[in-house]
């Protein structure tokens, strides 16, 4: 099982953070806790969801004009094998001047007995049959941040980057297959077959956040990013809403609680994916955060 995979790497890193503690300079007495996540250079979260998702999608098929609908969710459930992790990393190189990196994954792998036929592309994975779908998703951003609004207990930034999204479905059972003859399309005897389609989508990233040293120990943030994207084979949009409170329990570190929404909506016609799809999460994260 994945998950003491994701609470041991957890541990790890608060063991970490904890060690480079007795290493890192005492910040100045005048600046609290907090203050100093809106000063220090480096500033790192890490943490683990615990998320509902919805994936739903259509791929196009050369032979097959079956009704491509899939609903991941609702076909195989969600109590499975799943990795969902979250990690961010800000430099500030001048008080006003940010650079942010993000990483989120969200592996998950689900069997089922389905009750009905399901198409996807040109095959038909069978009635009665045992399928396994594996979504394995990753978003990676590296942002420019400008404080445009900045004060000792508060600063409001605008964000401008590339955000790179990078999903595999992957399904795998006994499935016919549809074949263009002659004659017309036609449907072959049904062999174990896996399916895996990627769709990698470069997307620019534009929105506004903001933090608030609300007391010594309670830290407040909220970003919010919104685009819409018609290019080179992509035409959709995606949305992102975050927000968070963390409890310095020191200096240096502090842990936090969050909330996060994401949503793409997106026709692809690129890389080895031909159709629509739909993909969503939300739900708390859990995090760890250190200064220095």
């Known amino acids: 099982m994945r998950r003491p995979r994701l609470v041991h790497t957890i541990q790890l890193v608060a063991a970490s953070l904890i060690a480079a503690f007795f290493t890192i300079p005492v910040r100045a007495q005048s600046s609290s806790p907090t203050e100093g996540l809106l000063k220090d250079r480096f500033v790192i979260s890490f943490g683990g969801f615990a998320v509902t998702s919805n994936i739903n999608g259509s791929l196009a098929g050369s032979a097959n004009t079956t009704d491509q609908k899939i ?9 499975a094998e799943q990795t969902r992790l979250r990690a961010d990393a800000l430099w500030r190189i001048t ?17 089922r007995t389905i009750d009905r036929d399901l198409a996807w592309g040109d095959y038909t994975f069978l009635l009665g049959g045992q399928v396994t779908a594996e979504t394995k ?15 000792a207990n508060y600063e409001i930034v605008a964000i401008a980057g590339i955000h790179y999204e990078d999903l595999t479905l992957k399904l795998s059972g ?15 005897a049904a062999t174990f077959t896996t399916k895996s389609n990627s769709v990698p989508a470069p997307l620019p990233v534009f929105g506004f956040r903001a933090e608030w040293a609300v007391s010594p120990h309670v830290f407040l943030e909220a970003a919010g990013q919104l685009f819409t994207l018609n290019y080179q084979g992509i035409d959709g949009n995606w949305s992102d809403l975050r927000a968070g409170a963390t409890w310095m329990f020191s200096d ?41």
């Open 174 to 188: 006994n499935a016919s297959l549809t074949v263009d003859t002659p004659m017309g399309p036609a449907e072959q």
């Open 137 to 151: 998703f990753r978003v990676y951003e590296l942002a420019y941040e400008f404080a445009f609004l900045r004060r």
């Open 71 to 79: 609903d991941f969710d609702k076909e195989f459930g969600t109590d």
């Open 252 to 292: 240096h570190f502090g842990v936090g609680l969050g909330f996060d929404r994401f949503a793409t909506h997106v026709d692809v016609a690129k890389g080895s994916f031909n159709g629509r799809l739909n993909l969503g999460y939300q739900g708390l994260l859990v995090y760890l955060k250190g200064a220095f």
């Open 95 to 111: 008080p006003r001047h940010h650079l942010r990196f993000s990483y989120f994954t969200n592996d998950v792998r689900r069997t």
